[in-house]
Nanobody, 123 residues
């Protein structure tokens, strides 16, 4: 089973940018599709984006499409989430997750999770 560690969160003003990273270890990284999810206080976990094992296909939620970009570097065992034009509604704990090969928007389909990184967007 793969282990995941996120980094890159922080405090940013509205309109700013952040890049999140998620480094994997413990299994062959290229076996996995990777997803980013977020959870704001008092709200359910929400799908943000996902990418196939080779980066050939991606998914985005409607709320982030056009502002966020997911990518991966299999040589570095890392998946990234570039977040631009950030809004206060983007404030949440962002977690990466892994599942074998196939993309999914459903958090229940992912078996491995990182601990999360806090993103706070001030107005």
């Amino acid at each position: 089973q793969v282990q995941l560690v996120e980094s890159g969160g922080g405090l940013v003003q509205t309109g700013g940018s952040l890049r999140l990273s998620c480094v994997a270890s413990g299994d062959l990284f290229s076996n996995y599709a990777l997803g980013w999810f977020r959870q704001a206080p008092g709200k359910e976990r929400e799908f943000v984006s996902a990418i196939t094992w080779n980066g050939g296909s991606t998914l985005y939620s409607d709320s982030v499409r056009g502002r966020f970009t997911i990518s991966r570097d299999n040589a570095k065992n890392t998946v990234y989430l570039q977040m631009n034009s950030l809004k206060p509604d983007d404030t949440a704990v962002y977690s990466c997750a892994a599942r074998y090969f196939v993309l999914s928007r459903e958090s229940s389909d992912y078996g491995a999770w990182g601990q999360g990184t806090q993103v706070t967007v001030s107005s």
